[in-house]
């Protein structure tokens, strides 16, 4: 199982993302304080294929075995993010990630994140075309 604290991730962390590179330093700072720390124990499923998402996590430290039907597509390491979909219609997650080694990762929630691109059109399109750029 995983634990959750209320700190927040540093915008350097953030910056390293490709979703959130064209962002400048005050839109890093209100995504930053909006996230909130998980950690998770070698063994840990992260994500289950099939269930209901609703979060969005960036890794900053460890890494997670990747599985779709049973078949392993590689891991995931610092830097590397997942569930931005989930950000937006809570879709079912499309992959199982089980951590390999102690994780650090910082977590968003639909209800967090709307609020934030409501309120500023500038993050919301610039994480529009980032979304996008991604799904080619």
């Known amino acids: 199982m995983y634990n959750c604290a209320v700190a927040g991730v ?4 953030l910056r ?3 979703l959130f590179a ?3 330093n005050r839109e890093l700072g209100q995504i930053a304080s909006s ?9 840990d499923v992260v994500t289950q294929e099939g269930s209901g998402g609703v979060g969005f ?5 460890g890494e997670a075995e990747v599985d779709v039907g049973g078949e392993s597509r590689g891991s995931i390491g610092p830097g590397d993010y997942f569930g931005e979909i989930a950000l937006i219609n809570e879709s079912p997650r499309t992959a199982t990630l089980t951590a390999k080694t102690d994780m650090l ?3 968003m929630t639909p209800w967090d994140f709307r609020p934030l691109v ?3 059109s500038a993050i919301a399109w610039k994480l529009l075309t980032a979304m996008a ?3 080619k």
């Open 10 to 13: 540093s915008p350097d962390v």
């Open 105 to 107: 990762c910082y977590g």
């Open 35 to 43: 996230m909130r720390e998980r950690r998770f124990s070698p063994g």
């Open 57 to 61: 996590f960036v890794v900053e430290e």
């Open 22 to 24: 064209d962002l400048d």
């Open 118 to 120: 409501e309120s500023n």
């Open 133 to 135: 750029e991604k799904m």
């Open 16 to 18: 390293k993302v490709p």
